[in-house]
Nanobody
């Protein structure tokens, strides 16, 4: 069982930056690929970024590529999402998720993730 708690959301002006954190419970954090997803009002939840167990592999949605960076610190059981050059269309609830895997790759597929956090609101004003 893994519990995930996101933090770092808030209100920011367009062009600004935020760093989201997701703290995981348990001693097996390094056994999980991690991902960030987001859900805007009236829209389905969508993939944002993923990182493999060792951090050697990452992937991003086209909409955030070059602006967002996912990273993790296995010693701290934490995954991060650095968001730069934020746009109003980035406004959403952001969720982190954990995918138990034996391989060293992440996944963009929501259905592959076993555990989810409660989400943190990010609002970007124009």
């Amino acid at each position: 069982q893994v519990q995930l708690v996101e933090s770092g959301g808030g209100l920011v002006q367009a062009g600004g930056s935020l760093r989201l954190s997701c703290a995981a419970s348990g001693r097996t954090f390094s056994s999980y690929a991690m991902g960030w997803f987001r859900q805007a009002p009236g829209k389905e939840r969508e993939f944002v970024a993923t990182i493999s167990r060792s951090s050697s592999n990452t992937a991003y949605a086209d909409s955030v590529k070059g602006r967002f960076t996912i990273s993790r610190d296995n010693a701290k059981n934490t995954v991060y999402l650095q968001m730069n050059s934020l746009k109003p269309e980035d406004t959403a609830v952001y969720y982190c998720a954990a995918d138990y895997t034996l391989g060293d790759w992440g996944t963009i597929y929501e259905s592959q993730y076993n555990y989810w956090g409660q989400g943190t609101q990010v609002t970007v004003s124009s």
